[in-house]
């Protein structure tokens, strides 16, 4: 078992910055790959970002060059940094844990945090 606690989220203006936090309990963190989704509101969960166990990140388009994804095995914690926050960002942001692959698919992941909402004012 692996439990995700999300940390991090806030109000912010437009062109903000936040960075996200995603804690896990247990001693495999770094057996898994760990995802970023978001879900706004009215929407459908979207894919964010995913780091690999040797933390590579992919992102979507729509972070892509504003976003970064990292993790410290150490501190059993990975991070979404964003930047150039933009209204259309506002969404609850979660992260997600996977065993050894990552994926863009949010029904590919084993565990789910609980979520921390972000809120970009414009």
């Known amino acids: 078992q692996v439990q995700l606690v999300e940390s991090g989220g806030g109000l912010v203006q437009a062109g903000g910055s936040l960075r996200l936090s995603c804690t896990a309990s247990?001693?495999?963190?770094?057996?898994?790959?760990m995802g970023w989704f978001r879900q706004a509101p009215g929407a459908e969960r979207e894919f964010v970002a995913v780091?690999?166990?040797?933390?590579?990140?992919y992102y979507a388009d729509s972070v892509k060059g504003r976003f970064t994804a990292s993790r410290d095995n150490a501190k059993n914690t990975v991070y979404l940094q964003m930047n150039s926050l933009q209204a259309e960002d506002t969404a609850v942001y979660y992260c997600a844990a996977r065993s050894v692959i990552g994926s863009s698919t949010g029904a590919n992941y084993d565990y789910w945090g609980q979520g921390t909402q972000v809120t970009v004012s414009s």
């Open positions: 247990g001693r495999t963190f770094s057996r898994y790959a």
């Open positions: 780091v690999s166990l040797s933390g590579g990140a």
